[in-house]
């Protein structure tokens, strides 16, 4: 029940950033921002005696790391940095549960869009002289597309949706910040980003310890 409650204030705080928090004062935005990922990970907190335990600390790790994203994205090197370690965390996590190999044509379907993402968003950015910040795209871009491999390859439907949501909010990001505006950008982008996280958090509910047992046997 407690677990539920938890989930329940995650959706309503996300829901009160989304809609409701003006964009200043700044330090109110930011804390109503980060509220969500705080309940995600007492979420996933709760969970660490019943399930996976190397699964869970990985998680918890990455939603931490990807707070300190939210929490420093205004300074977009520094808070890229953040949830670039998140995402590595999120890989971690993504393996200690993996059941087998992908299909190799979604393995080039990923690459295929990572190459296209790069050539559109970093080339962009390299256009403008700004050789740091496109290296950094680069970087994160094979990151974020390597958490999306890792993911497939547990074959819960749950981490896989979390993680395409996560690739679909930061590929609008970068479009509206590197490209061009897209109407609605920020519901967006933060919308599909919550969502993406309380399916990581909700995916240590389906990894116990039992049932790890059993699929060793």
């Known amino acids: 029940m407690k677990k539920l409650y938890l989930i329940a204030l995650v959706i309503f705080f996300s829901i009160l950033y989304i809609f409701f928090i003006p ?3 700044f330090l109110l935005k930011i804390s109503f921002k980060i509220i969500p990922i ?3 990970i007492i979420f996933v907190y709760l969970q660490r005696d019943s399930n996976n335990p190397a699964f869970s600390k990985w998680l918890l790790l990455g939603l931490f ?6 929490a420093t994205i205004r300074w977009f090197l520094l808070g890229l940095s953040f949830f670039l370690v998140g995402h590595i965390c999120y890989i971690v996590a993504f393996f200690k549960v993996k059941m087998k190999a992908i299909n190799p044509y979604i393995a080039i379907f990923l690459l295929t869009y990572g190459m296209l993402m790069v050539a559109w968003i970093a080339g962009n ?3 403008t002289g700004n050789y740091v910040l496109g290296i950094a795209v680069c970087f994160y871009i094979a990151v974020i597309l390597t ?3 890792s993911a497939l390859q547990t074959y819960s439907h749950i981490i896989i949706l979390g ?3 996560f690739i679909f909010s930061d590929s609008i990001l ?3 910040m590197f490209i061009t505006d897209i109407p609605m950008s920020d519901i967006l982008i933060m919308t599909s980003y919550y969502s993406a996280q309380l399916f990581f958090a909700m995916s240590t509910l389906k990894y116990s310890v039992a049932r ?3 699929l060793e046997l």
């Open 174 to 176: 970068a479009i509206n």
């Open 38 to 40: 705080i309940l995600m």
């Open 23 to 25: 964009e200043q004062p």
């Open 65 to 70: 790391f990807c707070m300190l994203g939210d």
């Open 147 to 149: 958490m999306g491999w």
């Open 125 to 127: 950015i390299f256009r």
């Open 163 to 165: 993680a395409f949501s």
């Open 212 to 214: 790890k047992k059993v």
